[in-house]
């Protein structure tokens, strides 16, 4: 599993995630803009994400037997 977060500037955050196994494969992208408000005492959040998982069921009844 690889998994990155990178903040840029104080008010936007971007991600990005990969894991693998044998039968599995996923890879995602993230981001999130935040803003302070009421002198700090509040924020206001957005964010998004797009995720893409697959699965080789072949390879599990293949190992399964």
């Not at 700090?40 to 893409?52: E, H, K, V, Y």
Request: hydrophobic share 40%; charged share 15%.
């Amino acid at each position: 599993h690889l998994a990155a977060r990178q903040h840029v500037g104080d008010q936007i955050e971007l991600g990005v995630s990969a894991s693998s196994e044998y039968d599995y494969f996923h890879t995602g992208l993230n981001a999130r803009y935040s803003i302070g408000l009421n002198e700090r005492n509040t924020t206001l959040a957005f964010g998004l994400a797009f995720a893409a998982d697959s699965v080789d069921p072949v390879a599990v009844a293949t190992e399964l037997g």
